[in-house]
C-alpha cells in the first residue's frame, strides 16, 4: 500500500456467552425497562511487513517467540513485523422489551466499544440491516460504495481557504496512494470486490457523535493537545458471496474514519485532516 508495505490484519471475534441484562429508561419517560445486550467482543491486529535480522540481544527476543517462529532462535531471531495496530472491544446488539416477548427495537440498535493503545477509547452506536441482492453480482454494493464515498470523503476540513496548501496536500497523497483512491478511500474496497457474485450483505454502521453528551471518543492528555483525535465513524459488511462452484462463502468488510487536527486551518483555528483504516477480509479457521 503506497510504498510497497503490505499489511497483516487478524481479526478474531468471539460470542459473548449470554445475554447481558441491563436496564434504561423508556424515551420521555421515568418508566424503567429491561434492556438484553448480546453480541461479541473482539481483538484486531495489524502488523506491517519488514524482513531482516537483528542482534541476539533484542528486547523482544522471548521463549515464546522463538517457540511460534519457525526459523529463529535465540541466537539468530528473526525480526517480527512492528506492529500498526491492535485493539479490543465489542459489537453488542441492543434489544429492549420482556425476554420472552416481541422485541421493541430502540433508536440505536447496535453499539461498538473499543480501546486503542494508541491511546483513545470509544462508544460508537448506530443501527444494524441486511440485504438481499435481487442478482448477485457486484453491483448490489453500487449504492453503499457511493454512499461510503459521501461519508468518508478524503478532503480536509477548514483547509480549503489556501489553495496552494490544499493542492500540496493532494500532491503528497496522489503521489503516495495513486489519485484515484486518494481522492476516494472506498475504491479500496470497490477494488476488493470486483467481479465477485455478492449474493446479500449484512450491515453495521456507527459514530461516536450518536452519544447525548458530545463525542463518545475520548483520548489521553498528550493525544488531545497534540492532535485532538474525534468523530469516530464506522461501517463493518458481512458478505456472503457465490462460488463459481456454487457454494457460499462469506468477507468482512470494513472502513472508518475520524478527524485529526493538526495546523491552522482558514479562521484561525485548527485543521482537521481524515484519518482512515480498512480491509477486505476472508475467515482464515472455522473457528476464528
Excluded at 88 to 114: D, I, K, Y
Excluded at 148 to 171: G, I, R, V, W
Excluded at 196 to 224: C, H, M, T, Y
Amino acid at each position: 500500500l503506497g510504498q510497497g508495505i503490505t499489511f497483516q490484519e487478524t481479526f478474531t471475534l468471539n460470542k459473548v456467552r449470554q445475554s447481558v441484562r441491563d436496564r434504561m429508561y423508556e424515551q420521555d419517560s421515568d418508566e424503567l425497562i429491561d434492556l438484553w445486550l448480546e453480541g461479541v467482543y473482539y481483538v484486531k491486529e495489524i502488523n506491517t511487513s519488514r524482513s531482516g535480522r537483528t542482534s541476539g540481544n533484542a528486547i523482544y527476543v522471548r521463549e515464546e517467540y522463538v517457540k511460534e517462529h519457525p526459523n529463529a532462535s535465540r541466537e539468530s531471531p528473526v525480526e517480527p513485523d512492528p506492529l500498526l495496530h491492535v485493539e479490543t472491544g465489542q459489537w453488542l446488539s441492543m434489544v429492549h422489551g420482556e425476554r420472552n416477548a416481541p422485541l421493541v427495537a430502540p433508536r440505536f440498535t447496535v453499539t461498538r466499544l473499543g480501546s486503542i493503545p494508541h491511546g483513545s477509547s470509544f462508544v460508537a452506536s448506530g443501527r444494524f440491516r441486511g440485504t438481499h441482492c435481487e442478482s448477485a453480482s457486484e453491483h448490489c454494493m453500487d449504492g453503499e460504495y457511493a454512499i461510503l464515498a459521501q461519508q468518508y470523503s478524503s478532503a480536509p476540513l477548514n483547509f480549503d481557504c489556501d489553495a496552494a496548501a490544499l493542492a500540496s496536500y493532494y500532491e503528497v497523497m496522489d503521489r503516495k496512494y495513486g489519485a484515484d483512491y486518494a481522492r476516494n478511500p472506498v475504491a479500496f474496497l470497490e477494488n476488493a470486490t470486483r467481479g465477485l457474485r455478492i449474493s446479500s450483505f449484512l450491515k453495521w454502521e456507527v459514530s461516536s457523535l450518536a452519544q447525548q453528551a458530545g463525542d463518545g471518543l475520548v483520548n489521553v492528555p498528550f493525544l488531545e493537545r497534540q492532535i485532538h483525535p474525534s468523530a469516530l465513524n464506522s461501517t463493518l459488511y458481512k458478505l456472503t458471496v457465490e462460488a463459481d462452484d456454487g457454494s457460499t462463502y462469506d468477507l468482512l468488510q470494513y472502513i472508518e474514519g475520524l478527524y485529526f487536527e493538526i495546523g491552522t486551518g482558514c479562521d484561525g483555528t485548527r485543521a482537521k485532516f481524515p484519518h482512515f483504516a480498512m480491509n477486505t477480509m476472508r475467515r482464515a479457521s472455522p473457528h476464528d
